[in-house]
């Protein structure tokens, strides 16, 4: 697909920002842009936006919890809710959360379709759900 055909997914100030090689404010586009959103929905706890208090996926909530398969369920009934709700691009949201009990992770693996380009795609977000041992 052209980059005149995709220029309806949108474009946006990449995430982190950042500054690219001219001075400018580094962007993000089409499908790379719907990816860091997501991820920006599963980095945003509610009360982070002051114009929307209820953003994000708000996996703080779940931090120091147990590694059960109920903070396992939890977590993918939340992230899956956030995305339905705020991101708009997406659907055939699927959500699966692996757990890792010996490094106190979570692996949450979304897998996504791209509305206008029918193109999937899957992202693993590692989410520590207790502090860090050596």
């Known amino acids: ?15 982190p920002v950042a500054v ?3 001075g400018e404010i580094a962007l993000a586009s089409y499908d790379e842009d719907i990816r860091q959103a997501v991820l920006v929905v599963l980095q945003t706890d509610y009360d982070e936006r002051v114009m929307h208090a209820d953003f994000g996926a708000n996996l703080s909530a779940t931090l120091f919890q147990p590694i059960t398969s109920t903070t396992a369920a939890l977590v993918r009934h939340q992230v899956e809710l956030a995305l339905v709700e705020w991101e708009p691009r997406i659907d055939s949201v699927n959500v699966s959360v692996v757990p890792s009990p010996p490094d106190g992770r979570l692996d949450i693996i979304v897998t996504y379709r791209v509305r206008a ?6 992202l693993v977000y590692p989410f520590y ?3 860090a041992t050596s």
Do not use: P
């Open 1 to 15: 697909m052209t980059d005149d055909a995709r220029r309806f997914l949108g474009q946006g100030w990449a995430f």
């Open 20 to 22: 690219d090689g001219t």
């Open 117 to 122: 380009t029918n193109t999937f795609y899957n």
């Open 129 to 131: 759900v207790s502090e």
